[in-house]
């Protein structure tokens, strides 16, 4: 892996809180439920409603994120969580995990605006700068239900470990501190901003929300056009909504995109892409199924000669591996920046400084197709040059698999830990 790009200084905005970790299966005997059938809900009121929409995604091993409605329900749940023997308490939000990643870097100092309630403030990092503005009283809460791969739950059994986040969250629903945000860069002067937190606004309602959606553009439209925007996705279940952000909303108005396996396939259903009849993804994602939804996001909604629009970069992680797809001429040092990110997966799911071979495998396809809608390169990995290339129509992509910790320690904010790498290493050119 070479050398870092050339940051220094980075703003993050707009979603933080205060993450409870413990085991899901714990959670839910706290809380006497009994193991029955699975079932999604795309938003929570109940006990009954967190219970099923677990069980569904554990007996899938995939990630989820989910409102829960009831506020006096949820504190309930909430207090049950945060003083259960097992539980943890760590930095969260997408902007203060991506922020707080960053902050390991001494030469970097980190601007961070949102909802900071004062658990949170004492674990930031001391390179992590807060506004005045953006202290308030009481923390946010967001629940992390973890599970292991094995871990049984009535009849389900997970085929992997993940985690299922639930909360009530409105001051970051509402993207509450975004003005604030926007308005402390001309002082801050960053040389990158990470945004992130429009999945929590899918707690309001439709109206609220678009109309929130629409103040949200208009400040990001005021940021200065020679900082490079970063967009982190995290999971959503309104197609409509999703829909609005890709197509004339905020895709065209940043310059880069994070995001995982289950967001991928919910943008291409949102938006009748390519593999959009794929309902879910069966075992390790098929890399030429991923490729070709990367190439259409790019080639459909990223920067052209016709077309008003600066996303140039997209940062797709999964488990088994991890993707670097870039419009060409806007990005460099794009083979350390995915190796670097893949190598943050690694390291943080076991909680080691550097790679423990003892604890980790390989889970990567040893030979995959590039695409399933064009005559496809069959590429063959090389354990000695592990990062691997290919072009399409002025698009370079860059694979790297990933060494998969055995036993995760802890699987919550890992997404946010790959981007944050991944950017770190990232350079990208004046335009």
């Known amino acids: 892996v070479v050398s870092p790009g050339?940051?220094?200084?980075?703003?993050?905005?707009?979603?933080?809180?205060?993450?409870?970790?413990?085991?899901?299966?714990?959670?839910?005997?706290?809380?006497?439920?009994?193991p029955g059938e699975g079932k999604d809900h795309a938003v929570l009121s109940s006990g009954r409603d967190l219970g099923e929409a677990f069980t569904h995604f554990m007996e899938r091993g995939a990630a989820a994120e989910r409102f829960f409605s009831d506020a006096a329900a949820f504190q309930d749940i909430a207090r049950t969580a945060s003083e259960h023997p097992a539980a943890q308490l760590y930095v969260g939000g997408n902007a203060a995990l991506i922020g707080q990643k960053l902050a390991t870097n001494p030469d970097l100092k980190i601007l961070l605006c949102g909802p900071v309630g004062p658990k949170l403030h004492e674990l930031l990092d001391d390179n992590v700068v807060v506004p005045p503005e953006s202290m308030q009283e009481r923390d946010e809460f967001h629940l992390i239900l973890e599970y292991q791969a094995g871990e049984e739950w009535g009849r389900v059994r997970a085929p992997t470990a993940n985690r299922f986040i639930f909360s009530h969250d409105l001051s970051n629903g509402a993207l509450n501190m975004l003005e604030v945000f926007v308005s402390s860069l001309d002082e801050f002067q960053p040389d990158l901003v990470v945004l992130s937190g429009l999945?929590?606004?899918?707690?309001?309602?439709?109206?609220?929300r678009q109309r929130r959606l629409m103040e949200a553009v208009a400040s990001i439209s005021d940021i200065p056009t020679d900082i490079p925007i970063?967009?982190?996705?995290?999971?959503?279940?309104?197609?409509?909504?999703?829909?609005?952000?890709?197509h004339q909303q905020v895709f065209p108005l940043?310059?880069?995109?994070?995001?995982?396996?289950?967001?991928?396939?919910?943008?291409?259903q949102a938006a009748s892409g390519p593999h959009a009849s794929v309902a879910a993804w069966s075992g390790v994602p098929d890399v030429g199924v991923v490729s070709d939804i990367l190439f259409w996001l790019l080639k459909e909604?990223?920067?052209?000669?016709?077309?008003?629009?600066?996303?140039?970069?997209?940062?797709?992680?999964?488990?088994?591996?991890?993707?670097?797809?870039?419009?060409?001429?806007?990005?460099?040092?794009?083979?350390?920046?995915?190796?670097?990110?893949a190598r943050a997966a690694g390291t943080q799911a076991c909680a080691t400084d550097t790679i423990d071979?003892?604890?980790?495998?390989?889970?990567?396809?040893?030979?995959?197709?590039?695409?399933?809608?064009?005559?496809?390169?069959?590429?063959?990995?090389?354990?000695?040059?592990?990062?691997?290339?290919?072009?399409?129509?002025?698009?370079?992509?860059?694979?790297?698999?990933?060494?998969?910790?055995?036993?995760?320690?802890?699987t919550v904010g890992l997404g946010d830990a790959i981007s944050a790498e991944g950017l770190l290493y990232s350079e990208a050119y004046p335009q």
């Open 357 to 410: 071979t003892s604890r980790v495998l390989l889970k990567a396809p040893r030979e995959f197709l590039t695409s399933h809608t064009e005559a496809p390169a069959r590429i063959s990995l090389d354990p000695d040059e592990p990062v691997v290339r290919w072009h399409r129509e002025g698009i370079s992509f860059h694979f790297s698999p990933v060494l998969v910790c055995k036993d995760p320690v802890r």
């Open 199 to 208: 999945h929590m606004m899918e707690g309001q309602s439709k109206e609220a």
């Open 301 to 341: 909604h990223g920067k052209a000669a016709e077309r008003a629009s600066d996303l140039t970069r997209i940062h797709f992680h999964t488990l088994a591996y991890h993707i670097l797809a870039t419009v060409d001429g806007h990005w460099g040092n794009q083979a350390a920046a995915v190796a670097a990110g």
């Open 230 to 246: 970063h967009l982190e996705l995290a999971s959503m279940t309104d197609q409509d909504f999703m829909s609005n952000i890709m």
């Open 254 to 268: 940043v310059n880069s995109i994070g995001l995982n396996e289950q967001e991928l396939l919910f943008l291409t």
């Open 6 to 34: 050339r940051l220094s200084l980075v703003s993050c905005s707009v979603n933080t809180c205060v993450d409870v970790v413990l085991s899901g299966v714990k959670l839910l005997e706290a809380l006497g439920l009994e």
